[in-house]
């Protein structure tokens, strides 16, 4: 049976009379990964990493209970808050948005969280997400169609060049503007 929390300094168990610890509850700020698999709006599998920063609310003994008993794996609670915020969030935005949009996933994620946990006793500090990672063949694709690109702005590139030279070799000669017919 609860019989009280012993706060920091030191104190007695006597196992005599029934005393014993039950355990201990870290008041520190912690930190949790969690990487979520899901898909874009544009059929795109992409692998989102949230960090949470969250800490156990010790105002008072009521809170610090709630967090001890209420809950028996706090991290996996938030684990499956993070996953079902991110796989409701994500699938509705494109690929390319996805990584505009990150601010607004990890401030979703921050208040879902918020909400939920503070009846478990647990305080979320900040939410961030840390790294968003395309599957590696749209990735691929991408880089290819990113080249393609380029090349093709850099073979029209010489040809205005060409066309410049030839405008500029034309006026100096004749010394006024030549138009080719």
């Not at 599998?45 to 706090?74: G, P």
């Not at 380029?150 to 060409?162: C, G, I, L, S, Y």
Request: hydrophobic share 40%.
């Amino acid at each position: 049976k609860f019989a009280f929390f012993a706060r920091e300094g030191c104190h007695f168990v006597n196992p005599f009379i029934g005393q014993a610890v039950a355990g201990t509850v870290s008041t520190r700020v912690q930190s949790l990964d969690v990487s979520v698999e899901t898909k874009t709006k544009d059929n795109v599998f992409v692998t989102i990493v949230v960090s949470t920063q969250y800490q156990v609310l010790s105002m008072d003994e009521t809170r610090l209970y709630d967090a001890f008993y209420k809950l028996t794996d706090s991290k996996a609670q938030i684990r499956s808050y993070v996953f079902d915020v991110v796989r409701s969030t994500v699938p509705r935005i494109k690929l390319d948005d996805v990584f505009e949009s990150k601010e607004e996933i990890a401030q979703s994620v921050k208040e879902l969280l918020s909400k939920s946990m503070e009846g478990f006793g647990y305080q979320i500090m900040n939410t961030l997400v840390t790294d968003i990672a395309p599957d590696a063949r749209a990735k691929q694709a991408m880089n290819e169609l990113h080249a393609a690109q380029r090349a093709r702005v850099a073979t029209q590139h010489p040809a205005e060049t060409d066309k410049n030279t030839a405008s500029r070799a034309c006026t100096t000669r004749t010394g006024a503007p030549h138009t080719r017919r």
